[in-house]
Nanobody, 121 residues
Framework: QLQLVESGGGLVQPGGSLRLSCAAS????????IGWFRQAPGKEREGVSC???????AYADSVKGRFTISRDNAKMTAYLQMNSLKPEDTAVYYC???????????????RGQGTQVTVSS
């Protein structure tokens, strides 16, 4: 079965950290770029970060310096390390796979089911 599965979300206090994982199965992860986007209630979908198949990465201004994207092709997994979390980071986080990063927020070949991240005291 071709799928992406996110994990690692949860409730964290402001200033805390979480690491999200995106595990792929049924297809060769190394051939694809992996992007993370988020959706909060009542807000538009927002791209967070993307890493291409040679390791080049990009970040939204809102998370630059706080979040780090990485991938381990041998483990068929991508990661999003989130530090210095803020209440405005609260959202459902999704990972998606596509060829090339541009356009990953709305156009992808595979997408996970999402994992909830809540930042609150």
């Amino acid at each position: 079965q071709l799928q992406l599965v996110e994990s690692g979300g949860g409730l964290v206090q402001p200033g805390g950290s979480l690491r999200l994982s995106c595990a792929a199965s049924g297809f060769t992860l190394k051939a694809y770029s992996i992007g993370w986007f988020r959706q909060a209630p009542g807000k538009e979908r927002e791209g967070v970060s993307c890493i291409d198949n040679v390791g080049a990465s990009a970040y939204a201004d809102s998370v630059k310096g706080r979040f780090t994207i990485s991938r381990d092709n041998a483990k068929m997994t991508a990661y999003l390390q989130m530090n210095s979390l803020k209440p405005e980071d609260t959202a459902v986080y999704y990972c998606a796979a596509r060829v090339g990063c541009p356009g990953y927020v709305y156009s992808y070949k595979y997408r996970g089911q999402g994992t909830q991240v809540t930042v609150s005291s």
